[in-house]
């Protein structure tokens, strides 16, 4: 099985330009031709939040119709962001009911895959930061606790760890903690992969391994300074694929964009000199 992760799209209404400058809406088309081009197309994708940039109606209907080729041809599941807004959300993916297993927040788990996917609802309306309550982390255990046998990536938002990004590690996870606490209880669970940071960033934890997937528009500035201003760079636009071997789950970044090659490595089966 393959998972593609695709996080932080920040589509605007009229496709206008994310801070006058990215344009979000045109990169995410060119996302989704990207992974509907390659060569082994990936079996399901999820969306880590920050879908749109005001949470508003005009914005979701302009992300349907730059993802309906994948929503024609993938399974696609969609989860909010700090920047989204859970009803809205709702309301324009209405035939998406997995919105709605649980009213409280949109959190859910698919089970028709190799991999189960469950999703978390970390947004704090009207806040960059993130937060998982008891109610949310109890749904969790109980959900993970249902399947224990089964490979499990668990998805949200908000990285539960520090990055070392200062401004980005100030919009802290509240709940972090007893998070890593439910994770390490169920070692079924493969993969914590978030989105947030505009960055891949991996890290070990709750004996597991959590991941931050890059946007495929702009990325944070790698900046490790405590104090470091919060600002963004057109670095190569990207997402991830994340492979389920039988046995493991193997991570990769994939870059948007039209680069030199491939080329070989060999001719006539001796390495080129």
Same mark, same amino acid.
């Given at each position: 099985m393959i998972l593609c992760q695709i996080s932080d799209t920040h589509i605007k209404a009229e496709r206008r330009k994310a801070y006058g400058i990215v344009d979000t809406s045109a990169m995410l088309e060119r996302c989704v031709q990207h992974v509907l081009a390659r060569p082994q197309r990936p079996d399901a994708v999820i969306f880590t939040g920050d879908l749109v940039d005001w949470g508003r109606?005009? @914005? /979701?209907?302009?992300?349907r @119709?730059?993802? %309906?080729p994948l929503l024609e041809a993938l399974p696609v599941y969609l989860m909010p962001g700090n920047h989204d807004? +859970? %009803?809205v959300l709702r309301d324009a993916f209405? @035939?998406? *009911? /997995?919105? +709605? %297993?649980w009213e409280a927040f949109v959190q859910y788990a698919i089970d028709e895959h190799p991999v189960r996917l469950v999703a978390l609802d *970390?947004?704090?309306? #009207?806040s960059g930061s993130g937060e998982l309550c008891a109610q949310r982390l109890q749904w969790l255990d109980r959900t993970l606790g249902a399947q224990p046998d089964k490979p499990t990536v668990v998805a949200l938002h908000h990285p539960p760890f520090? *990055? #070392?990004?200062?401004?980005m590690d100030r919009l802290t996870l509240a709940g972090s903690q007893a998070l890593a606490q439910v994770i390490a209880r169920h070692p079924q669970v493969e +993969?914590?992969?978030a989105g947030h940071l505009h960055r891949p960033i991996t890290v070990r934890f709750a004996g597991t391994v959590a991941s931050t997937c890059p946007s495929p528009a702009h990325q944070v500035a790698l900046d490790l300074a405590p104090d470091a201003a919060d600002n963004y760079v057109l670095e190569p636009p990207g997402y991830q694929l994340h492979w389920w071997s039988g046995q493991q789950l193997v991570s990769h970044t994939a870059y948007v964009g039209e680069y030199e090659g491939p080329y070989p490595f060999r001719m006539g089966g001796q390495l080129i000199d």
């Open positions: 109606h005009e @914005e /979701y209907a302009l992300l @119709e730059l993802i %309906q807004d +859970r %009803q209405g @035939e998406h *009911t /997995y919105l +709605r %297993q *970390t947004l704090i309306p #009207g520090a *990055t #070392g990004i200062g401004h +993969r914590v992969i």
